[in-house]
């Protein structure tokens, strides 16, 4: 199914730690796109990209969370100071055709 | 933007019979629904989608219908087996490519 590749697939933080995650998406999909998945199965988009550009974005009023897609490099994810809250399953897709969305294994933040 | 909605919130059926869940949307310009699986501990996997320009998909024992006037789409998962216990999301896409999600289906297969 998936050939999307997320790292860590488990993270362990204490509160105000960084948490920084990656994403490699599958070879070919020029989009990108992370969600976070809560407790509740509640789904909540953060950002997509296509290629190094962000084409929509959540309004990170916290500014806590960053992410980007550098050229030649995997696509990260980064909480700067770690919330309880943010614990989550941390997805991210890419998608060929900017509908069809193919989700990696997940990375699992817990914030103690 | 967009909301869907989504029931059952549990499902529970017997092996062999027929499961339905349905998604209602809000945006008449949304045109692409994919439905995910997701079991315990995994991530949600693509099962069947259907776009716009379409009625009615079916593949591999599952089949989804699209309702544009109604703004209403289901999944009708045929001879249900033990395996096919997960949670099931459905989702929508308008012009801006991210899903919104729907608020999930625990389906339940009791051999």
């Known amino acids: 199914n998936s050939k999307v590749i997320q790292t860590p697939r488990y993270l362990v933080k204490g509160q105000g730690q960084k948490a920084k995650m990656r994403c490699i998406p599958e070879k070919g999909h020029p989009v990108v796109f992370w969600y976070q998945q809560n407790k509740n199965n509640e789904f909540k988009f953060l950002i997509n990209f296509q290629n190094q550009e962000v084409l929509q974005q959540i309004d990170m009023t916290e500014k806590r969370f960053s992410a980007e897609c550098p050229s030649n490099s995997p696509c990260s994810l980064e909480i700067q100071s770690s919330e309880a809250g943010d614990s989550a399953l941390y997805l991210c897709?890419?998608?060929?055709?900017?509908?069809?969305?193919?989700f990696g294994p997940g990375t699992r933040l817990l914030v103690l | 933007g967009e909301q869907v909605e989504q029931l059952p919130s549990i499902l529970r059926v017997q092996e062999g019979s027929s499961a339905s869940i349905n998604c209602t949307y809000e945006?008449?310009?949304?045109?692409?629904f994919p439905w995910y699986k997701q079991e315990p501990g995994e991530n949600p996997k693509l099962i069947i989608d259907i776009r716009s320009n379409m009625e009615r998909k079916q593949t591999q024992g599952l089949i989804v219908l699209l309702d544009k006037k109604a703004k209403r789409f289901s999944l009708h998962i045929t001879d249900t087996q033990p395996g096919d216990s997960a949670m099931y999301f459905c989702?929508?896409?308008?012009?801006?490519?991210?899903?919104?999600f729907g608020t999930g289906t625990s389906l339940l297969v009791d051999p």
């Open positions: 989702a929508a896409i308008n012009m801006g490519y991210k899903l919104t």
């Open positions: 945006n008449s310009a949304s045109n692409y």
């Open positions: 897709a890419s998608s060929g055709n900017q509908d069809t969305q193919y």
